[in-house]
């Protein structure tokens, strides 16, 4: 009976789909993420501020779906396909008094009225209508579609082409002298042609009188027009027109395919491709006349960069290129990259960036003269953030008032900035960043996600748009998203903590409000096991600075440690909220379990503790991010009983770089090295992330040996592995096939290849996880264990 009763438990145990994880393995923590149970995503809310949307899957289907749920009634409910259906759109545009919202749906334009809950659809036709706004006066819905702008009148339903982009060349006859000499001859000898010339013009030209206006039709001849936008009061359209510079594009065959022949995926050019020009117009609408916004004067642009005084040979070449050439040529390409109208219509700021990524201009456009005023010059020998990778936002307060995060301080900051007297206020100011910033639809607010408290933590802050102290509206450890209502009443957001991964709340929008939990996402199975909180520490570097990192420490240490170096260079993994390497996290307790210590250092670089930090490395990849991780093995050693002679080191991308780079300009340091993705030469990777950090090959070729793994091969003594999917379309294949080359060449054999034939650089495919991270551990139990 006892036998019995154990059996029919099990069988109902069973019968739920859920077990127990009483030991980590490869293959259980490598499966597809759902038996972790699928975090709460794309969190909306609905235009009245009632309900709030959101991808969810506690079903374990095979794509997430939209669920919902109401204010009053927390307990998630799965939309149906006639709710879908019958939804605005996301992402659409509110008026000034949240009463209207316009969105684009299947390519056509709604706008709806929120009190109501009236539709209207706008446009019905088989071409995509997209990015619905108001205008200044809210009487006008502006839109796109094609090349062109239009307007649609709320009160009439009239539509109005406001810009009119041609493609090609305008087709204008040209007329020789001989022409314009023989009809010159002709009507002055025949009198009849004369007449009916004359008639002929007049008839033209009450055929035109009497044509309704139209915008000036504006040929594209062999370019492009964006960043088109139309001024509140409709005076002015000002947009930019780029000419693709057309670079040769790398090639990655993909060899598995349906068709069963080898197909070339066409892949970004390589860093050091000619880059494309850009020009910025403004089309005067009453005076129905284009003109182009000259930016020759901007301070700075002739400046010579810091760099260039270690190739004295190219600054002697350059000098004398310039005596040969127009001495009012700038010497630096720029474009713009942002353009902002304030509400009223008056003021027009435009922003704009170096292509060498170490100058951000913000200036104000007087429309009628075209004439740029600098209000306001960001300069980095290194890189501006925000011109290569990282961010930047800006708005308007009041009508001479903008608002713009900037990194002038050494860290992210909120700033205004008064655009007719040029004053600047910092309204948020210390060693911590601001990361996240929405103003509120009256302007009366801030709401700001912060780092302040911890650079592991993000906490929700709400600052008066005039500046004082942030009120803090969280307060649980780990970290936030927010999603404010259209109402601004209430907030939800996604939570997580080092160990939890992230759910969805809901609060009321004052400080001191508790969050309501909505999603419960986690497995019984993920559940079952003791997942470890890491410890976060500091080790101090070998320049005094401190660096953050999680400690996994083991119960019973075996002696043997892994240094894991996170990816994607501008990215921050030492915190104490669920981390998007979620998979390494499992795999870490795996190792922790298995005695192993395992450090995760947010080395230099690293995002979220300022400008210092992040440009660190300019000109040299492998210089302090390698040392810092150098100095957590050090750390590991001398702290916390590691054998210096069984240290390993694993990362993926910008981590399997620094793999490369510990293996063989400091191979004395780690026995064992996974290099996962690993960019091998920094001359093969993308423009805007190797251009900012390294300048071009052409122009700092110093930098590129420097800094480039292919070039040091010849130091490998340990044990490496290198993995990487054969379709990866961001760091290439090739990389790893020259480096391949290279190593044979040396008569390198303490090393292999491992090759994913379907796998881009985020591998999807749970049994390429699981065969990575087996030949990982055998890698590490192989040459980290003790003799």
Excluded at 104 to 110: A, L, Q, R
Excluded at 325 to 350: E, I, L, T
């Amino acid at each position: 009976m006892f036998r019995l009763t154990l059996f029919l438990l099990f069988a109902a145990f069973a019968a739920t789909g859920q077990s127990t994880l009483d030991k980590l393995t490869v293959e259980k923590i490598m499966r597809d993420p759902k038996w972790i149970g699928i975090a709460p995503s794309a969190v909306n809310w609905s235009p009245d501020s009632k309900t709030i949307y959101f991808n969810w899957n506690p079903e374990n289907a095979l794509a997430d779906s939209l669920y919902s749920v109401t204010l009053q009634n927390l307990t998630p409910h799965k939309t149906s396909r006639a709710e879908r259906i019958n939804l605005p759109a996301f992402g659409g545009k509110f008026n000034k008094g949240n009463t209207r919202y316009a969105y684009e749906k299947n390519g056509d334009i709604f706008l709806l009225t929120v009190a109501t809950g009236k539709t209207i659809q706008i446009s019905n036709t088989v071409q995509r209508e997209f990015s619905p706004v108001f205008s200044g006066n809210e009487k006008e819905i502006l839109f796109n579609a094609g090349l062109n702008t239009f307007s649609w009148s709320i009160e009439t339903g009239t539509f109005t082409q406001l810009t009119d982009f041609k493609e090609g060349k305008k087709n204008t006859p040209t007329y020789t002298d001989q022409d314009k000499w023989l009809r010159q001859d002709q009507l002055a000898y025949f009198e009849v042609l004369k007449e009916r010339d004359t008639k002929r013009q007049l008839n033209l030209k009450n055929q035109k009188a009497q044509e309704p206006k139209r915008p000036k039709k504006i040929y594209l001849d062999d370019k492009t027009a964006d960043l088109v936008q139309v001024s509140p009061d409709g005076k002015f359209v000002t947009y930019r027109i780029t000419k693709a510079a057309n670079p040769k594009s790398s090639i990655v065959p993909n060899y598995v395919t349906t068709s069963g022949f080898t197909e070339d995926i066409f892949a970004r050019p390589k860093v050091g491709a000619p880059l494309n020009a850009s020009d910025f117009y403004v089309y005067n609408v009453a005076g129905d006349t284009v003109l182009q916004v000259k930016m020759d004067d901007l301070p700075g642009l002739k400046d010579t960069l810091t760099f260039a005084k270690d190739y004295p040979q190219k600054e002697k070449d350059k000098e004398s290129d310039k005596e040969k050439k127009s001495k009012s040529a700038p010497q630096r390409a720029v474009s713009v990259a942002n353009v902002s109208w304030s509400d009223d219509g008056k003021h027009c700021v435009v922003v704009i960036n170096s292509l060498d990524y170490k100058d951000r201009w913000i200036t104000l456009l007087d429309p009628a003269t075209q004439k740029l005023t600098v209000l306001s010059r960001e300069h980095d020998e290194a890189w501006i953030s925000g011109t290569g990778f990282g961010n930047f936002a800006m708005g308007w307060t009041v009508d001479n008032q903008l608002w713009f995060v900037s990194e002038t301080s050494g860290y992210f900051h909120l700033y205004t900035l008064d655009v007719t007297t040029k004053t600047k206020k910092a309204l948020t100011s210390g060693a911590f960043e601001v990361q996240q910033v929405v103003l509120s639809a009256n302007k009366k607010f801030f709401y700001l996600i912060t780092n302040e408290v911890h650079p592991g933590e993000k906490q929700l802050y709400r600052l008066a748009a005039t500046g004082g102290k942030p009120e803090r509206l969280t307060s649980l450890v780990g970290a936030y998203e927010m999603f404010l209502s259209p109402d601004e009443k209430q907030i939800a957001l996604r939570y997580s903590y080092s160990n939890k991964p992230w759910e969805l709340f809901v609060m009321e929008n004052k400080p001191g409000a508790k969050p309501r939990q909505i999603t419960q996402s986690l497995s019984a199975e993920f559940k079952s096991y003791p997942w470890r909180d890491p410890e976060l520490v500091t080790v101090k570097a070998r320049d005094a600075k401190d660096i953050y990192a999680r400690l996994y420490k083991p119960k019973n240490p075996n002696g043997a440690a892994v240094v894991f170096v996170h990816g994607a260079g501008y990215l921050q993994n030492a915190h104490k909220w669920w981390s998007s390497y979620f998979r390494e996290y499992m795999f870490h307790n795996l190792l922790t379990d298995l005695g192993y210590t395992v450090l995760d250092m947010d080395y230099r670089a690293s995002a979220g503790y300022g400008r210092d930090w992040r440009t660190g490395i300019y000109r040299h990849m492998g210089g302090k991010d390698l040392t810092d991780n150098l100095d957590g093995a050090k750390f590991l050693v001398d702290q916390h009983g590691v054998d210096p002679k069984r240290i390993g080191v694993y990362g993926g991308s910008y981590g399997g770089f620094i793999t490369l780079m510990a293996m063989f300009t400091t191979p004395d340091v780690f026995a064992a090295g996974a290099a996962l993705r690993p960019v091998t030469d920094w001359a093969h990777y993308n423009q805007p992330y190797t251009g900012s950090i390294l300048n071009l090959p052409q122009n700092d070729s110093l930098a590129y040996a420097k800094s480039s793994p292919l070039y040091h091969a010849q130091g490998l003594k340990g044990s490496l592995l290198i993995c990487h999917g054969m379709v990866d379309v961001n760091v290439h294949f090739q990389d790893a096939v020259r480096l391949t080359q290279r190593l044979i060449e040396l008569g390198k054999d303490n090393w292999e290849l491992a090759v994913y034939p379907m796998e881009d650089h985020g591998f999807v495919e749970p049994s390429s996880w699981k065969d990575e991270y087996k030949r990982i551990l055998k890698l590490f139990e192989t040459n980290l264990k003790k003799p």
